[in-house]
Every structure is written in structure tokens, then in C-alpha cells.
């Protein structure tokens, strides 16, 4: 039985990785990605155009334009044009400050001056954002020119970020997305793996041959989890050699979380080539798997609010258990509990995706 | 040699069609997934954060105290799950039971009645990029209204900031995502849908006869891609739909615009497809290539969610070589902006000249092949 697996295993890591590209797409490529993605993606917003409409006697909305200008989020619009809306509406400005006619300044000593702000909302999160940050510009400039003494609130809230006070992108980013990179490819590889045997007709004298069908299943997975696992190490040093990821919880359960997760990515790319008849199948199938795996992360939108249903539905998405676990473990040094929650689940999909693919190859055969 | 002959490119594009109905799952996927997806992710996105698992612990036990735990309470942006003691506090949010915490000390009234202003402390959860923004922002707000509610203060008011949202007055989650979501599903469909079929060829030994034949490079290139470019637009066709009549998405501009956007968008990574085919010659290698080169990229560096203005330099001009950045201001501005061809002429520039790359780059490489 061991000897069996062993000459399986054997020949299936040397088939895989006899084509120098499937070595550099298996371990270099997720180390590139995550470089690529962890410096590009930014949640700080920058390089908002801004343009104001004021003239020389309006002072207060020029001290507030030159102060969001000083600041890391706008640069300046090159204007054109006076009319606010088709400034935005040619793409040259993103948001415009307009004041009341005659001027901020004067409508401020009346009391009670309106300011508009025009923001392109084509992104929405971004809209928002800048929307608060320009709120509390103003109120600042127009607090310190009227050098009125009154405090904002007298509620106040000492707000501390945990666990990534700086709110660096960074740190959230890479992690996530080190799952992503790892059950694309794992997954992916599995499916193929058995797919194309049965595409080229191998599947069948294997069938014949004198192995039974739990040699070849484990066969077909385990050197996939191997796979797997051995090119996790290359990402971890990039996240934390060159990202400064902290990693506050212990190497060893980060690598056993990561052991789960990769057994299920290895066991659903299983389940799934028991469906697929040939290549062209197996590539359509893995992206209707993964696509919304990735949107069900947690990553880019917030799972807080989906309806109830999809809910329990990513609870079955290995990437957003995973995507928890390496931010519990990372970043707040894991608890033990949720860790523990989140690891049987992993573990558990693993089981019943191997077992279902188990039957699902009994029943082929017979 | 002789030039492009459109009988022949017919020929092989017939072949194609051929081999796409012939099997059924494929063609189904290609024309159900978009669909499939766009309707659930329509349903399942939104960035408006509301309910924010809150746990309390109120150590003053005060009037003031309790209506500081109403404001949180009633503002739909948090929900009171747990009340907890200081020292717990950092625990459950450490969990993730609780994705923020309220400790208010003991001495809260006191100070409130004192003049002095009192303070309260807030815990967030930094760990998840999606909710941290929004929680920060609805803090500041409920401050101003706990001042109101709690101290009767009531700044003198010197000015109101009226801001008008242009393009999606009410902020519709969904008229931003939709959009952007057709963009990345054609972008790794197409990838995928072409990806295989020169690999396939090779694979199979058909190449070789196809060869034997005077059949040219561009011929087969235009041929196998002409197919693909009709079931993309088909697929982008009831996408559009879908977002128009379920989601009630504006469409402020031109159609044709769109439609010509789309095609050479589609034509840009159906292309790309077959570059990948060509240059991999081999399925498994391929698949893994189109994923890695299509699903990632096209998700995190096109805009759709991460703007592209917020990257470093280098990483922005980075993203121009990627058509998904394109389409993406295409789908999005004719979407909600209408505007014209005149004002994505960038754009459209960008995609012709990439399309026209990656069709040269996959011919020439065909050629290379050929050539003993």
C-alpha cells in the first residue's frame, strides 16, 4: 500500500514539475504577485483632483483649498473651465468646491453660509471619503480664521485602531491575498491533473490496474498538498521580510491552518474534475468556483452586510475561513478559539470533499 | 506567401462554431456565468456598512451613560451584542465576536456635568480593510450627535457644506459594482475561452495537419477569435439587460459607444487567450497561466475596486498595459456619466493599440513556430 503511493506520488510530482514554466508559475509567480499587489493596492486615498472656484477677496476658501492641497489627498486641478459640473463631467477634476455668490468669506460674517461641494461619485467609496475628509477641513479653517474659542463636542471618543494602528494597507492586503494566490494555483493544478488523464484516457488503465481507488485518490492529492505547502514559505518571507507583516502568532499554527486550507483546495479541485470531461471544462469550472470565492473573501467587499443567505453561503468558501485565519493568526497573534472554529472548518470541508469525490469515482466505474 | 483570405479565416471560424456546440457545457457556462454572477454578486454587494457587531461596557451606570449607549444603539451603524468589562473588551474584539468596542469610564458623567467634557474610549478592529473606513467615519458622526442628544451642546453653526454626489446621488452600491463587475468576469471568461484552443490543436496533432494546409497565421488567429467575439458580445448583451431592468442601473450615454468599447475590449482578451495558447502550446500550462494572468490582476489592479489613483506612480502606468483599467472607464462612464467617444478617446486608443499587440504578438509567434 505505502510502496504504491509512494511510486504515485513520485510520478506525479516529477510529471508536474518536468516543464520548467509549471515550476516558475508554481513558485515564483505567487512570490511576484504578492509583491506586485501588496505595494500597488492602497486604501490611502490620493492624487484627488481638486479645484475651487474663488477670487482673491474670498480668504477663508482659499486657506481651505491651499490646506487640502498641502495635504497628501488633492493636487490641484488644472481648470479650463468655470462650470463646476462639466469640470467633472470632462474627467479634469474630481471634486469642486463652489461658494455662495458673492463669496465664502463675506457669507460667513452673515452666519449661515453654504458651501457646495460637487464630488463624482462614479466610485462610490471613494465619493464618501473624500466627502469626510474636505468636511473636517473646512471645519478646522473656518474654526481657526473666525478664531472662534468654542470646543467642537464636549463628547468626546479616544478612538485606537487595533492591531494596525497606522491603518496600512499593507498589512491587511497581504495577507488576503496570499490565500488567493494559494488555492488558485493548487486548486487549479489538482483539477487538471485528473482531468487530463481522463481527457487522454489514462484514468481507465488506471482503473484496470491493481490499486484500489483510495490509492489513487490519495495518489492524485497528496503530492498536490505537497506542492502546495512547499511554496508557502517564499510567500511568507515576503510578506514578512519585505512587507513587515507581523507574524504575532506561532509559525507553528500558521502552518498547520495552512495545511487545512490547502488539504480543501486540493480536495474540491477533486470533487470538481469528477464533473469536468475535458480541459476546456475543468478551466470554466475553476473560474465559477474561484470567482466568487475571491468576491466572498472579504477582501474586497465587507461580508458584514450581504444578505443573510449569502452569508451561510461563504461560510462553504475555504478562502474567506483562511483569509480570517491568517489575519487572526498574523496580526493578532491568534486566539485560540476562533482559530480552532476555523481550522475544524477548513478540516471538515476537506473530509467531505474527498469523500463525495471518493463515491463520485465509484460510481464512474461501476 | 499569399495574402489574408477571408474564405479561409471563414472556414476555420466554422470549425470553431463547430466545436463549441458540440459541447454544450462549455457554451452554457459561457452564456449562464455571466449572468449567474452578476445577479448574485448584485445582490450580495454593499459597501454601506450598517449593524457593526458593538460590544459595551458601561462602568459609569448614569443617565448620561445609558443614552451614550441608546445613540450607538438606535444609529443602525452599530448593534449592542454584548456587554462586557473593560478588560474583555480587547479580547472580543481580538475574536472577532465583536468588530468594535465602547468602554465608558466611571467617571463620564461627572465630567459631563463638570464642564470639563467627558471622554469615552472606542476600540476598532484594524484587521479588516472593508470595515474599518466606514466604522471610523460613522464614530465621528455619532459624536456630533451624542453631543447634541446628551449635553445639549449645539456648536454655533457659521456654514453648512452641502455636497452634491454627481453621477449616483444616493450612492448605489450597486450602479458602481455592476458596471465594474461585467468588466472583470468578460475579461478572465474571454482569457479562458480562448486559452486552450491552439494548446488543444497541438495537443491533439491536428495542428500539424492544419499546417500542412495553405492556411496562414492571422488566418487562423482571426479565425479562432471571430466565434469567441460573437458569444462575449451575446454574454455582455444580457449582462446589460440584467443590470438595466433587475438592478435599475442608469444608462446616460451612447450605446454604440459602449458596444464598440466591448468589442475591442473582448477582441483585446480573447487575444490575449490565444497568446497564451500559442506561446504554452500545452492545456495545463496554459489554464494555469490564463488564471494567474486573468483573475488577480484584472480584479485588484483594473480600478474596480482599489482606485488607480491611490497606487504609486510606477504601479499606475503599470496598469495601462492591462485593457480590464480601460474597459473599466469605458463600462463605468458611458454608464453613469454618458460621455462621449470624444472624451474616452484615451481609452479607446489604449485598447486598439493593445488589441492590435496582442493579435501581431500572437501571429508572429505563430510563425516563429512554423518556420523550421
Redesign the interface.
Known sequence: MIRTLVGFIRKELTQTLR?P??RI?LFL?PAI?LT??G??????????RLAAVFDSEDSVLRDIYERSIAGTWFIPAKSSQLDP?KL????EADAVLVPPPGG?TR??GR???????????????????V??Y??SI?SDT?HDD?K?V????????????????D?E?S???VPG?MG??MI??TM??TN??IV?EKEMGTFEMLIAAPVSSWEVIYGKTIPYVILGMSSLPLILAVAVFVFHVPMRGSLLVFFAAALAFICTAVGMGTLISTYC????????????I???M???S??????????TA?RWLSQLDPLAHFM?LL??IM???G?A??VIIHVASLVAMAVLSVIASFRRFHTTLQ | MSSFVWRRAAAISKKEIFHILR?P??LA??LA?PVF?VL??G??????????ALAVSDSDRTQSSRR?LDTFGSSQYFLIHRVVSPYEA??D????TS?AALIIPPRFEKD?LA?R??????????????????V??Y??SI??I??RR??N?D???????????????E???R??VIPGLTVV?MA??SI?LT??TVA?EWENGSMELLLSTPVQPIEIIVGKLAPYGALGIIAVAFVYIIARTVFGVPFEGNLAVFGLGCLLFLVTYLAQGLLISVV?R????A??????SG??PS???SG????I????KV?QY??MILPARWFMRIA??TF??G?SLL?LSGAFLALSILGCFMILFATRRFKRDLEP
Open positions: 516543464d514554466r509549471m508559475l509567480m504577485q506586485l499587489f505595494v500597488a493596492i492602497s486604501n490611502e486615498v490620493k492624487n484627488i459640473f467633472i463631467q470632462a474627467g465664502f457669507a460667513l452666519g449661515d453660509a453654504p458651501l457646495q461641494l460637487l464630488v463624482n461619485a462614479t466610485n462610490v467609496i471613494q465619493a464618501q471619503s466627502e469626510a474636505l468636511q473646512v473656518v473666525l472662534s468654542s470646543p467642537d463636542s464636549s463628547i468626546r471618543f479616544d478612538v485606537r485602531v487595533l492591531f494596525n494602528p491603518l494597507t498589512k491587511f492586503m491575498t488567493m494566490l488558485i494555483t487549479v493544478m487538471l491533473a487530463r470531461r475535458n480541459q476546456q471544462q475543468a478551466s470554466l469550472a475553476g473560474f465559477l474561484l470567482f466568487p475571491i468576491m466572498f472579504g477582501l474586497m467587499f465587507p461580508l458584514e452586510n450581504m444578505p449569502i480570517g489575519r487572526n496580526l493578532k497573534g486566539e478559539n476562533y | 459541447d457545457f462549455t457556462l459561457a456565468l454572477m448574485m454578486f445582490f450580495a454587494i454593499e459597501f454601506n456598512v450598517k449593524n457593526v451614550l480587547t479580547r474584539v481580538s475574536a472577532e468588530r459631563l464642564g467634557g467627558a471622554e469615552a474610549q472606542v476600540l476598532v478592529d484594524g484587521s479588516d480593510n472593508s470595515t474599518v473606513g466606514p471610523l467615519s464614530i465621528s459624536q456630533t451624542a453631543s446628551i449635553a451642546f456648536p454655533p453653526k457659521h456654514y453648512e457644506l452641502r455636497t452634491r454626489f454627481l453621477f449616483n446621488p450612492l448605489n452600491s450602479w458602481f468576469i478572465i471568461l479562458l486559452a486552450l488543444r504554452t500545452r492545456q495545463q500550462i489554464i494555469q497561466f490564463a488564471m494567474v483573475l488577480l480584479n485588484l489592479l474596480f475596486v482599489f482606485p489613483e491611490n497606487m504609486p504601479f503599470f496598469t463605468r462612464d453613469l456619466k460621455s472624451e
